[in-house]
C-alpha cells in the first residue's frame, strides 16, 4: 500500500513539473516571437495613412505574420481633409465632396467596411463656365476641356471667332518637339490657343489642383496627352481614335448619373469605418512626430513630447513639408524645399430655395482666369448632391483662393461671405443673406505639381531607397492627390513595407 502511494505521489510531482516547464516554456516562446516580430509605424492619419494602416493589419491577420503596426496622427481627428458637417437636416462637406468612381480603390475599400449600401452617385446636370462677363454652358463632347465635336464648340458664345479659328490649328499644327516635361498652359495652348486654355481647360483643371496651369507639369498629371500629341499629332483627332464609341443602341433617355460618387452618410463615414475595423491601441491622435532619425538596423522616432518609439520600417503619409521637417537631418531632403502648396477655403452657404432670385438649370459653375470674380467656382449642391439638402433648401459651396490671391483665405468669415455673395449675385440675384454658412480654410492643402515633379520625386525614392531603406513616402503630395490616388498609394506603401522586411 505505502509503495502505490509513494508512486502515485511521485507521478503527481512529475506532471505538476512538467506543467510548470510547460507553461514557462509556453511564455519564454511567446516572448521570443514577440522579440522577433517586426514594428511598422505609420505616420499621418489621412486617407492614405489610415488605407496603409487597414490593409497591413489585413495582411499581418491573413498571413499570420509577425509585424507589429502603429499609426500616428498628429492632430486631434483622423482623415485630413475629409470632414463631414452635419447641421439642420443638410449633410455638408467641408473637403472633398466626390470620388471619382472609375478610379475602383475606393470603392473597393468602401465595399470591404461595409458601406457599400451607402454609395450614391452625382445628378448629372449642366455646367457652366463664367467668362466675358456672363455664364455660358459647358460646351458638349469636352474631355478636359479639349474638344471631341466641332459644332457645339463654334456655336459655344465662351469663346470669341478668333479664339475658334486659334483652337481650329490644333488640326494643321504639327506635333510638338520631344520633352521631358513642360507645364500644361506651354502644351495646350501651343495646340488650342489662350482662349481655349483661359476660359475652359483652366478652370477645370484648376478647380482639381487649386494650381497655376502655366508651371504645373503635364508630365506628372497628364502624361497621356503628350503621348497622344507624338502619335496622332493632333489632340482633337487623337481623342476621337481613342476615345471608345458609344454602343449603337436605339435611343434613350441620357443618363441622370454622373461619374462620381459620394456617401449618403457623408464621406467622414468612411473614415468611421476604417477606424472601427484598426487593432485597439493601434491608432493614436495628437502624436506629433518630431524627428526620424536611422540607428544601425532601425529606426528611431522621436515625438513632439519628447516620447520615442522604435522601428523597422517607416510610412510617412504626410505632407511633403512635414516630412522634410521630420528627415531635416537628411540633405537629399531638401528636394521638397522649392514645392508649394496653395491655401484654399470652402465656403458652404445655406438658403432657402426662395432666396435664389435667378435660378439656373445646372450643378454648378466654374470660373475663367480672366474674369473678375474672387470665387473660382460655385456648386449648387443640392442639385448635384439631393440627398444632402432638405427639399425647400439650397446649398452653395464657393471657393476661394487663386494661387494670385492666396491673402483672400485669411480673410475673416464675415469678409468672405461678402466677396462670395457679391459674385453670385451677378449671376444668380441672391438677395437674403444665409440662414448659416460653414468655412473651412485649408492651409497648404493643395501641393503643387510643377515643372520636373517627377523627376524630383524619382531622385527623393531612389536616395530614401540608399539611405533610408525601409522608409516610404505616400500622399497627395507625392503621387495623386484625388481620394483614391491617395488610397493606391497606401496599399503600394504595404507592398513595399512587406516586401522590405521579407
Known sequence: M????????????????????????????????????????????????????????????????????????????????????????FTIERGPDSIL????????????????????????????????????????GAFMGIPTQVTPFALSGLFSP???????????????????????????????????????IDPLLS??????????SLMSLFPMFYHMEQKH??????????????????????????????????????????????????????????????????????????????????????????ARKMLAAYPFMSAFDDMTSFSVANVAMA???SAIKQDID??????????????????????????TTPNDMALLRCYVGKPNDQDVVDLSDEEIIKIALSDLNKTMNITDKPLFHIITRWKKAMPQYNVGHIERMKNVKESLSKELPGVFLAGGSYEGVGIPDCIDQGETAVKKVLEYLG
Open 207 to 216: 478647380g482639381i489642383y487649386a494650381g497655376d496651369i502655366d508651371r504645373l
Open 2 to 89: 505505502g509503495r502505490i502511494f509513494r508512486e502515485v505521489k511521485f507521478f503527481k510531482l512529475l506532471a505538476n513539473f512538467l506543467t510548470t516547464k510547460g507553461w514557462l516554456l509556453n511564455n519564454i516562446l511567446e516572448l521570443v516571437i514577440e522579440m522577433e516580430k517586426k514594428k511598422v509605424v505609420i505616420i499621418g492619419g489621412g486617407i492614405t495613412g489610415l488605407s496603409a494602416a487597414y490593409y497591413l493589419q489585413k495582411e499581418i491577420k491573413e498571413k499570420a505574420l509577425p509585424i507589429d503596426v502603429k499609426l500616428f496622427e498628429a492632430s486631434n481627428r483622423f482623415g485630413g481633409i475629409i470632414n463631414t458637417v452635419k447641421k439642420d437636416g
Open 362 to 387: 445646372g450643378t454648378g459653375f466654374l470660373v475663367s482666369r480672366t474674369s473678375d470674380f474672387r470665387i473660382t467656382a460655385c456648386t449648387w449642391t443640392h442639385k448635384k448632391w439631393p440627398g
Open 351 to 353: 438658403f432657402p430655395k
Open 233 to 322: 499629332r493632333s489632340l482633337v483627332l487623337g481623342l476621337k481614335k481613342t476615345m471608345p464609341a458609344p454602343p449603337k443602341t436605339a435611343k434613350k433617355e441620357p443618363s441622370k448619373k454622373g461619374m462620381f460618387i459620394s456617401l449618403s452618410t457623408g464621406l467622414e463615414s468612411l473614415i468611421e469605418e476604417v477606424l472601427k475595423r484598426m487593432d485597439e491601441g493601434t491608432v493614436f491622435k495628437g502624436t506629433a512626430v518630431d524627428k526620424i532619425v536611422k540607428e544601425q538596423n532601425h529606426y528611431t522616432i522621436t515625438f513632439a513630447n519628447g516620447t520615442v518609439e522604435k522601428a523597422d520600417s517607416v510610412v510617412i503619409a504626410t505632407e511633403h513639408f512635414h
Open 101 to 140: 468612381a472609375r478610379k475602383a480603390s475606393a470603392l473597393k475599400l468602401i465595399k470591404e467596411v461595409g458601406l457599400e449600401d451607402q454609395v450614391v452617385a452625382n445628378t448629372a446636370g449642366k455646367s457652366y463656365i463664367y467668362a466675358r462677363g456672363k455664364i455660358h454652358s459647358m460646351p458638349e
Open 162 to 200: 478668333l479664339g475658334k479659328l486659334r483652337a481650329a490649328g490644333d488640326f494643321i499644327l504639327p506635333k510638338g518637339k520631344e520633352k521631358v516635361d513642360q507645364s500644361l498652359g506651354e502644351f495646350f495652348r501651343r495646340r488650342l490657343g489662350d482662349e481655349i486654355v483661359d476660359n475652359l
